[in-house]
């Protein structure tokens, strides 16, 4: 694998489900990244961390859960969502937080009944 | 605050045409500057950067971006579109505490034969 990919590319879950988007970066960056993609919105970013550290939470609401347990891996658990989370979440991932090239994966498109 | 205007929602080119995509940014500092591209279904792509020196810059697939300052603008351009450039184009530029990316609301372009 290359590059930044992500599972599963497509996701349906009912609003009491609890399940979990998941990134991983071939690219040997440090920095990652969770956006919120949806119709007719810019892309929001959600989360930053740098060196499996948090160092930004876009003011994300709770049913949103982010780890990341090494440098390589990202995880977005989801709990309780609603249809307006209805979505592609994108995954990026760069060198450091302050080179900001960034490499996206091709999503998870999200579908909240 | 930090962000990006694109005024076209919907442009649609003649394959062979040239093509100019608008992209206004308001920054205090010297912006660094972005433009990717997003395939239907896939995530974005880097599609050329500007972080100083030259104000016009060459990315791939024949793209080329010229940054000017005094109009607080980073315009994209292609000679000649393919039908393969179908897409949505997306203009960001650095910005916030973490030197996060801010996305415009992204201009889709058609490719009429």
């Known amino acids: 694998e290359t590059g930044v990919t992500q599972t599963p590319r497509h996701l349906v879950m009912g609003m009491t489900n609890k399940k979990s988007l998941k990134c991983e970066q071939h690219?040997?960056?440090?920095?990652m990244y969770w956006y919120k993609q949806s119709a007719k919105k810019p892309l929001e970013l959600m989360f930053v961390?740098?060196?499996?550290?948090?160092?930004e939470n876009n003011s994300v609401p709770s049913r949103f859960s982010p780890e990341c347990p090494n440098s390589s891996h990202l995880f977005l658990h989801l709990h309780t969502l609603q249809p307006e989370d209805s979505a592609l979440y994108l995954c990026?991932?760069?060198?450091?937080?302050?080179?900001?090239?960034?490499?996206f994966g091709p999503g998870t498109r999200l579908t909240v009944l | 605050a930090q962000s990006v205007t694109q005024p076209d929602i919907h442009i649609t080119v003649s394959e062979g045409a040239s093509l100019e995509l608008r992209c206004n940014y308001s920054?205090?500092?010297?912006?660094?500057l972005f433009w990717y591209v997003q395939s239907p279904g896939q995530g974005l792509q880097l599609l050329l950067k500007?972080?100083?020196?030259?104000?016009l810059v060459q990315g791939i697939k024949g793209f080329e971006a010229e940054f000017k300052r005094s109009q607080s603008s980073f315009n994209l351009r292609k000679p000649s579109v393919h039908w393969s450039d179908a897409a949505e184009y997306f203009c960001?530029?650095?910005?916030?505490?973490?030197?996060?990316?801010?996305f415009g609301k992204g201009t889709k372009l058609s490719v009429k034969p």
């Open positions: 990026a991932s760069s060198q450091a937080v302050s080179l900001n090239e960034q490499f």
């Open positions: 690219l040997g960056h440090n920095a």
């Open positions: 961390y740098n060196f499996k550290e948090q160092t």
């Open positions: 920054y205090g500092a010297t912006p660094y």
């Open positions: 500007y972080f100083s020196g030259d104000t």
């Open positions: 960001a530029v650095r910005g916030g505490s973490q030197g996060n990316l801010i």
